[in-house]
């Protein structure tokens, strides 16, 4: 049956989220007050569990796009009205008027504080359950394109997209996912750095199998673990629950953030406390962490997830100046991606090769 979700289970949600993004995946302010409007208007959350899809059924993937835009960027609609407050909801209204039909639930593209609540409000706003799911595995990715609807072969068209401002662009087709991302991207550039996406229009028999499934229920759990477990024994009850492994404890010595073609781009550097005293450590990231090094030598890489949380709460750390100060200490616990990585396709995605590095995948237990 469908989970209702408590007001407390959302707010454990969102710091849940934090964690689990990988350093991305939005604004938990963003999470929260769509959540706050939502209630407020009446609206409850559930939560569709797997067993529930019926092969009839038609769903959604509803995002936002975007990240860092130069300062040129964001003036080119500083003179705008802001038409939409959450043009998210007007992206989904806007693919179910171009395919004729409406849809029955919608998922998000990701786990993270700001993207996750967005595909839930527009559930909540439309009276329609969220897919206990996203398209990665319980973490948040950089682009579009990095989706195991992409390893599966379901299209990222048709897309329609809408920006705070009330323009609206349908993209009927691509060549392919990457593609979409492209030109999806371009649309976000020219918003300002972020614009609404509804996508990946499919039946409930292809979304049964071309997602991840259980992974709001994990952010949530992860949020309850934060709210209620000792803050001396936070990291390695979260290590557990997330089936990861703790691959470094160190300061924080340096932040490098930039922003650039709607990404957030930079690198964490990170000098070993306690039994990884000597060791230096630094995570590269894409709006989301995605390799590490130990000493120099590669140690973990995307698709397996990289969380950095507090050594001494466990609280997630988004990829922003404010969260990585001098001196910090902090936690790197691993996790091993979901099977639909490992195929051929799904590495070809989102291995390091996809991003430039010359080094293959190799499965941080190894």
Request: charge should be negative; proline fraction near 5%; charged fraction near 25%.
């Amino acid at each position: 049956m469908s989970r209702k979700l408590s007001s407390q289970d959302l707010d454990d949600l969102v710091q849940g989220a934090i964690v689990i993004a990988a350093g991305g995946g939005g604004e938990p302010e963003y999470g929260k007050k769509m959540f706050s409007e939502a209630l407020a208007a009446g609206k409850s959350f559930e939560l569709m569990e797997k067993e529930e899809v019926q092969d009839e059924q038609l769903f959604a993937l509803v995002s936002y796009v975007g990240g860092g835009v130069s300062k040129e960027e964001e003036e080119m609609v500083e003179a705008l009205p802001i038409v939409h407050e959450h043009p998210i909801v007007q992206a989904a209204d806007e693919l179910a008027s171009y395919i004729g039909k409406p849809f029955d639930g919608f998922f998000p593209s990701e786990i993270g504080p700001g993207n996750t609540p967005a595909a839930m409000y527009v559930s909540a706003m439309k009276g329609k359950p969220t897919l206990d799911a996203d398209t990665v595995g319980a973490r948040a990715k950089p682009e579009l394109s990095i989706s195991a609807t992409n390893v599966v072969g379901i299209p990222a068209s048709p897309l329609a997209a809408v920006n705070f401002h009330g323009e609206v662009a349908i993209i009927k087709q691509t060549h392919d996912d990457y593609r979409m991302e492209v030109m999806a991207r371009y649309i976000s550039r020219s918003s300002g750095g972020k614009c609404g996406t509804a996508r990946c229009p499919c039946s409930g028999r292809q979304v049964r199998e071309g997602i991840v499934w259980g992974t709001i229920s994990l952010a949530i759990e992860v949020g309850r673990i934060l709210r209620t477990v000792k803050k001396e024994d936070a990291v390695e009850t979260l290590t557990q629950v997330l089936d990861g492994k703790l691959r470094f404890v160190g300061a924080v010595r340096g932040f490098e953030h930039e922003r650039r073609a709607a990404f957030n781009w930079g690198n964490i550097q990170l000098e070993g406390t306690g039994g990884f005293a000597g060791q230096r450590y630094r995570v590269w990231y894409k709006n989301e962490n995605l390799v590490s090094w130990r000493d120099g030598e590669v140690d973990v890489t995307c698709p397996d997830s990289i969380f950095i949380v507090d050594a001494r709460s466990g609280e997630g750390l988004l990829n922003e100046d404010k969260y990585f100060i001098s001196g910090r200490e902090v936690a790197v616990i691993a996790r091993r991606c979901p099977e639909v990585w490992t195929r051929e396709k799904g590495l070809e995605i989102f291995g390091p090769g996809h991003f430039g590095f010359d080094f293959p995948y190799r499965p941080f237990r190894e």
